[in-house]
């Protein structure tokens, strides 16, 4: 393909800010293989095959990329995978990958439960653990060898499970049902980490309830979350402070929220702290809280969809397409 024949500069900036990092890094290894083919065939070329591969690894080390290109291979430019993953949940890069959310999602995590980390014996959960990204963030604290970690999913990556063997700490692997059924209070604490939008809402306050009384007594449900999902997900809704506020409003519980913001893209974060107050119907609340967030949910997006059509700005057309998302995912995602 003859990209300068059929698009010019602009376009084919347009085409790079779209693509993802793995489109980007095929189409750089392509290059390369087809650079070093025109050598290996004694034809003219631009530039070398080397000189490509030398400025794109210049590129790559100025953004702090734990990889490198060597020929048409993606390799690792670091001592091992933790140290790899580790720098790439650090990094600013983009807020809406999902495993490369770190920034200060991470950071904010790992200081939260520093403390808890010197006490004897103490049991991290990670609920929703995903491709490992809390894990590797919870590596750099010292004190962490002396933790348990216990990873919970459905199912549990192959990959979480050899990086949990690299970070030092006793680790332990559940599926999210048999962990559920347990109800023997082990956990100091319960991180759930941009898992909440993941959970479906006839299904919220039953997992909720579950998770708050494996908590020792003062231990803690850590929940933190993205404001918005600047790529729409099939059946996921975004949960706003606000959202999670209700959900979480009964003197049956002692939440402490904060809000901030990522670094990169700007997209509002809810990091929350909840730890029992009191007995009672938990369960009950919890659905009825459920259904209250819900129906909030639902008037927003409506509300949203009516201003948008009423204002008739066209170039509105990306926030309206992202609301009837919303709203369609809210009808097939009910409490």
């Known amino acids: 393909m003859d990209l300068e024949e059929r698009t010019n500069k602009s376009t084919l900036d347009e085409m790079c800010k779209e693509a993802d990092d793995v489109s980007l890094i095929t189409f750089l290894r392509g290059c390369y293989s087809y650079l070093a083919r025109l050598e290996a065939e004694d034809r003219p070329i631009p530039i070398s095959s080397a000189y490509l591969e030398q400025q794109i690894n210049q590129v790559l080390e100025l953004d702090r990329s734990p990889i490198r290109l060597r020929g048409t291979e993606v390799v690792l430019a670091v001592s091992s995978d933790a140290e790899a993953l580790y720098r790439a949940l650090l990094s600013n890069v983009d807020d809406a990958a999902e495993f490369k959310q770190g920034d200060i999602q991470i950071e904010m995590v790992v200081s939260t439960i520093q403390e808890r980390l010197s006490r004897p014996g103490v049991v991290l959960v990670d609920y929703g653990v ?11 604290a010292g004190l ?8 919970v999913d459905q199912p549990i990556h192959d990959d979480v499970k050899a990086l949990a063997g690299k970070v030092g700490a006793r680790a332990e692997f559940h599926e999210r049902e048999a962990f559920l059924a347990s109800s023997q209070p082990t956990a100091d604490v319960i991180m759930v980490v941009n898992t909440l939008h993941h959970i479906p809402f006839f299904e919220l306050a039953k997992q909720l309830a579950a998770l708050l ?3 020792k007594p003062e231990g803690v449900l850590l929940v933190h979350e993205m404001a918005e999902l600047r790529v729409p997900e099939q059946f996921n809704i975004p949960w706003r402070v606000e959202d999670v506020h209700l959900l979480f ?4 519980l002692k939440p402490n929220l904060r809000t901030t913001q990522s670094r990169g893209q700007k997209v509002p974060i809810t990091h929350l702290l909840v730890k029992v107050a009191g007995d009672g119907d938990l369960l009950g609340t919890l659905e009825s809280n459920a259904r209250a967030a819900w129906e909030q949910m639902k008037r927003r997006t409506l509300d949203t969809i009516s201003e948008l059509y009423r204002s008739k700005d066209p170039e509105a057309h990306r926030e309206l397409q992202y609301a009837l998302i919303a709203n369609a995912n809210l009808d097939l995602n009910k409490p």
């Open 213 to 215: 009384a494996k908590l």
């Open 130 to 140: 995903g491709l490992g990204r809390v894990l590797l963030g919870l590596a750099s």
């Open 249 to 252: 409003n009964t003197p049956l």
């Open 144 to 151: 962490f060898k002396n933790a348990t970690y216990v990873a």
